[in-house]
Every structure is written in C-alpha cells, then in structure tokens.
C-alpha cells in the first residue's frame, strides 16, 4: 500500500532543497549547454545528419535526455546523506511501506528533473525548431516518465553504497556510458551490432527516442516505435521500483 502523505513530505522536503541549492540548478543547466552549443555546435561542421536536420537540431533531444539522466539518476545522493547523517535509519523505521519511500524519493527526482528539462526544452526556437502546440506538454510528458524511470534506478544503485564518495565513483563508469549509448549523439541504426545490442538495454535510448517522436514528428528521425519507447520505459520503471522496495525491505 502506498500512503500518500509519506510521498508527499518526502516530495516536498528534496524540492525544499532543491529551490535552495540555487548553484546545483546552475551547474545542472550548465552541462547541457554546453554539449549542445559547444560541442554540438563543433560537431555540425563536420557532421551532418542528413534526415532534413542540422547536427544541432539532431542532437537537441539527446541534450534533453542527458538533462534528465543527471539530474534524475544523481537526486539519489540524498539517499546517500541520509545514510552518512542517520536520517535514512529515521524514514525506514517509520510506520510507512518501502515502496512509500521508494516512490517519494523517484517522484522528487522526477519533478525536479522536468523542471530542469522544460528549461532546456524552451531552447527549441534558438535552434530553428518549430514545436506544435501539442508538442511541449508532450515532450513534457515524456520527459516525466523518463525521469521517474531513470531515478528509480539510480535508488536501486544508491541502496548498495553507505558513503558518497563510493556511490560518486561507481556513478561516472555507470553515467556517462548510458549516455552515449543512448542514440543521443547518433543514431542507433548507425551502429554496429554490437552496440546496438547495448543501446537496445539501455532505458535511456528509448526515452531519447520518444522525445525525438515528441519533437520531429518524422518517424526517419527515430529508430523505435513510439508504442515500443513508451512501452519498455513503463515496463522499465515497474521493475525498478519493485527492486527498490525490496532492496529497502532487506535494509529492516
């Protein structure tokens, strides 16, 4: 059973943090800025796509995906202060289920990720992209999703580590592999087999692609369907969730 008011409070307590650490909303804007102008813009010079879309534009829900993969998968290290801090010990043996806390903790990382992603996304004019009505609240949506995917399984990671130092150690070989491996500098289809394989067990590929459906409208620019996106990320978070309960179950 989920009990709301758990959600809740730990929903508002990461987002309380999050308004007043106005340097990590900084430095988390800043990393995706910088891809997509500086390498990005490097990049078009000697790429070119040619689907009808410059390298930039390409990329740019790629750079939405790395906005959500940082932030969603690092919302995390709260956990792991917790820990060091022994409030972790606290939140675990209140009267409240696992899969309450595990929910609360997945659902601040996502609100705070789509908060960071929407900035990124209202760059879409600056790079001559030309986004419907429909098309913003869709991305959005899709970004929730991904959000709520990706942080689940960052709580599955952090339940394994007792120090930040550890945990941020372990993260850099984990980050920055599902980021490249995720259609989002290239696509898929370009590949050799072998990557293929590992893109196509990456979650991130798909909630790349589905944003890529959300923002092009042109099915050449992508490399899954949308049903199959949608699909395993949904899949995706269930089980991620379900191995989070039953990680923090063990923790009694």
């Known amino acids: 059973m989920i009990e709301v008011n758990a959600v809740y409070v730990l929903i508002a307590r990461d987002f309380k943090k999050f308004v007043r650490e106005k340097s990590r909303l900084v430095a988390t804007l800043a990393r995706p800025l910088i891809w ?41 290290i709260s956990i792991i202060w917790d820990k060091e801090f022994g409030l972790m010990k606290e939140i675990l043996v209140a009267p409240v289920s696992r899969f309450s806390i595990v929910i609360g903790k997945a659902l601040s990382g996502t609100i705070i990720s789509v908060i960071q992603a929407t900035i990124i996304l209202l760059l879409f004019p600056f790079l001559g992209i030309k986004l419907s009505v429909l098309s913003i609240p869709y991305a959005m949506a899709v970004a929730f999703l991904l959000s709520f995917c990706i942080a689940s399984l960052g709580i599955i990671i952090a339940a394994f580590f007792e120090n930040l130092e550890s945990f941020s150690t372990i993260m850099n ?64 978070s269930i089980a991620f969730v379900i191995a989070a309960g039953l990680l923090f179950e063990r923790r009694k």
Do not use: C, E, W
């Open 36 to 76: 997509l102008f500086l390498v990005g813009g490097g990049m078009s010079r000697l790429v070119s796509p040619g689907m009808g879309v410059s390298y930039i534009q390409f990329i740019f829900p790629g750079i939405l995906g790395m906005t959500i993969l940082f932030s969603s998968i690092f919302s995390s």
């Open 173 to 236: 070989f984990i980050v920055m592999p599902m980021f490249f491996l995720s259609g989002a500098m290239y696509p898929v289809k370009n590949l050799p087999d072998i990557l293929k394989l590992l893109t196509k067990l990456n979650p991130l590929t798909f909630g790349i692609d589905a944003l890529k459906h959300a923002i092009f409208r042109d099915a050449s620019l992508t490399d899954f369907s949308l049903s199959a996106d949608i699909g395993i990320l949904v899949i995706s």
